[in-house]
């Protein structure tokens, strides 16, 4: 069992910057991936990014590519999302997520976070 919270949301202008947190508890969670992935209300979960176990591997949603970076700390159990040059159409729920499989695919991800609001004012 994987317990994952996140944090770091807030209201920002745009152009800002952000930097979310997932705390994450289980003693196998340096095994797995984690994924960043957003939603907003009437729309399907949409991928961000994705970091492998090893931090050897990252891969980013063409849109996100040069504003966010993706990044984790073991030792810590902590995986982080910089978002940089924010945009109003970046508003959402952002949520972290483990799984076994390095894959930018929601439904193979087995343990979520609540989530936290991101708002970009214009």
């Known amino acids: 069992q994987v317990q994952l919270v996140e944090s770091g949301g807030g209201l920002v202008q745009a152009g800002g910057s952000l930097k979310l947190s997932c705390a994450a508890s289980g003693s196998t969670f340096s095994n797995f991936a984690v994924g960043w992935f957003r939603q907003v209300p009437g729309k399907e979960r949409e991928f961000v990014a994705v970091?492998?176990?090893?931090?050897?591997?990252?891969y980013y949603r063409n849109s996100m590519k040069g504003r966010f970076t993706i990044s984790r700390d073991n030792a810590k159990n902590m995986v982080y999302l910089q978002m940089n040059s924010l945009k109003p159409e970046d508003t959402a729920v952002y949520y972290c997520?483990?799984?076994?499989?390095?894959?930018?695919?929601?439904?193979?991800?087995?343990?979520w976070g609540q989530g936290t609001q991101v708002t970009v004012s214009s």
């Open positions: 970091i492998s176990w090893r931090a050897d591997n990252m």
């Open positions: 997520a483990a799984g076994g499989r390095f894959t930018t695919t929601h439904y193979e991800y087995e343990y």
